[in-house]
């Protein structure tokens, strides 16, 4: 099974806006990965304001009911402060 979703003049399988969990900012970019992991839909995004990287869950279980949640993959790089 697979789901397309529709927003507004740009159709693909994944969403369009995601908020990153390491920054909060909403990431607007297309997924860099995309697989299936039993009824969910996974997709891959690196956030472009921090780098951090994470996976987007979501999906309807054999129930009917609909979950979504991220999980983060790779800390989020840490800043070396310039010396001097």
Do not use: Q
Not at 51 to 79: A, C, D, L, M, W
């Amino acid at each position: 099974m697979y789901i397309e979703i529709y927003l507004g003049d740009v159709s693909w399988g994944g969403l369009s806006m995601v908020k990153c969990p390491f920054c909060g900012s909403e990431v607007n970019v297309a997924p860099i990965k995309e697989w299936r992991f039993r009824f969910y839909i996974v997709n891959a995004y690196i956030c472009p304001s921090c780098k951090g990287r994470f996976n987007y869950y979501h999906g309807v279980s054999s129930r009917g009911k609909e979950s979504s949640f991220t999980i983060r993959v790779k800390p989020r790089p840490k800043r070396i402060a310039a010396e001097g």
